[in-house]
């Protein structure tokens, strides 16, 4: 029998690679392993509907436990992969087995970033927001009426507070940047948040430093802020970014640089391995990239899927986004690195917002806030590689359809 395509990682970034290696017509040996116990599930709900009660575990999941055994897909859950042979195309796992592969895809994803021992971040009642587990034990603490401290003013660190203000909970957030959202988007975008948590209770203090949490018989009990003042909390939630899980590639001697350095067909630099979702750096449009987003998981891990089986081409994505908090859906296309100016068009809805984000004269971004069509024209204008001018873009009577139909004269 010969040697499996192995999948290491049991994410959104695997299940696709798996699905798509079907798809393309794979029918050899193919065998995904995961630490976690459960089968594929999707991560962002965690910090959303799953966290908040909304959606069961039932409706995370990718696809049904059925159809890895329709597919023919080996899923080893719970197996984790203790290092990695290049040269002898081998895999060993925690316990001991050798398994030989044919070629090989990493799709290990991520972990949450933590706050060190010795300021805390290992005290009961710290949490982080990655997988099942983590949201499993968060949620039985959301109790109302307790506080709970948020660090970190990023997507993460909102949603999280905007799940705890509706479960009636008040929420402390703070930020060590000027401003939340300071690395993802410009001030607009932060105005709009920073109100609409306002409006909702949350506390928020920007250009806060933490100098240490506190506890009390190994428990959480609040935080010492740098300037000296004291917060209170029953709990914390710790959303201060991630790091990509390259650690089998740089013990295998794989090259890895702020994740596992691929070229365009996310080939590493063993010619039989691949990687693919958040652990994946990439080239694209004369930089190195990492996207941390479902998306991106998905249209790699099929690209890299098609390059396993010999298609050629690079990964040349739109990258896109979306974060749910209260009653506001924000949808992002694009990516706004690089930008020198951002232009705010207000919606036909009250609340409701776009932000166009352009480098010069060449827009780059759009950040929508309960405007989808704002939202779908922007994705389409920079799908087709056009722009618009910036006075279209800040003016709601403006025609946005024939701008991204490309008709507009």
């Avoid at 029918?27 to 594929?40: C, K, Q």
């Avoid at 914390?236 to 070229?263: C, H, K, M, Q, S």
């Amino acid at each position: 029998m010969p040697d499996p395509i192995i999948i290491i990682g049991a994410g959104q970034a695997g299940a696709s690679l798996a699905a798509r290696l079907r798809a393309l017509g794979y029918d050899g040996p193919l065998l995904m392993l995961g630490e976690e116990p459960v089968p594929p599930y999707q991560r962002p709900p965690l910090s959303k509907k799953y966290m908040s009660g909304e959606l069961d575990l039932s409706r995370l999941l990718i696809r049904p436990e059925s159809w890895y055994e329709e597919q023919n897909v080996q899923l080893r859950l719970s197996t984790p992969v203790a290092s990695l042979s290049p040269r002898e195309r081998c895999v060993t796992l925690a316990d001991g087995t050798a398994l030989r592969y044919a070629k090989l895809a990493l799709t290990t994803g991520a972990r949450p970033r933590r706050l060190p021992a010795s300021i805390g971040g290992d005290l009961a009642g710290v949490f982080t927001i990655r997988n099942l587990a983590d949201v499993d034990s968060l949620a039985p603490t959301l109790v109302p009426g307790k506080t709970m401290l948020v660090v970190g003013g990023g997507y993460i660190g909102l949603e999280a507070a905007a799940v705890g203000a509706a479960k009636g909970l008040q929420v402390v957030l703070v930020e060590m940047a000027p401003r939340i959202l300071q690395r993802v988007a410009c001030h607009l975008t932060a105005d709009y948040f920073r109100d609409l948590h306002g409006r909702h209770g949350v506390i928020i203090r920007e250009s806060a430093g933490l100098r240490e949490l506190l506890g009390d018989g190994g428990r959480v009990t609040g935080a010492m802020m740098a300037d000296g003042t004291l917060i209170e909390a029953d709990l914390a939630v710790i959303g201060i970014g991630i790091t990509p899980n390259d650690d089998l590639a740089r013990e295998a001697g794989l090259t890895v640089d702020n994740g596992i350095v691929v070229d365009g067909s996310c080939r590493s630099s063993a010619a039989e391995i691949f990687a693919a979702g958040d652990c994946a750096n990439f080239p694209w449009r004369g930089h190195r990239t990492r996207l941390e987003s479902v998306q991106n998981a998905v249209e790699q891990a099929e690209h890299a899927a098609a390059s396993m089986l010999g298609a050629a081409g690079d990964y040349n994505p739109v990258p896109w986004f979306w974060s749910d908090q209260y009653d506001v859906k924000l949808q992002i296309a694009g990516l706004n690195r690089g930008y020198d100016d951002a232009v705010l068009r207000p919606g036909k809805r009250e609340g409701s917002q776009s932000v166009w984000y352009f480098a010069g004269d060449r827009l780059v971004a759009v950040d929508s806030k309960n405007d989808a069509l704002a939202y779908a024209f922007g994705k389409k204008i920079i799908e087709a590689g056009r722009t618009i001018p910036k006075a279209v873009a800040a003016d709601p009577a403006a025609d946005l359809k024939s701008w991204a139909m490309g008709t507009a004269r």
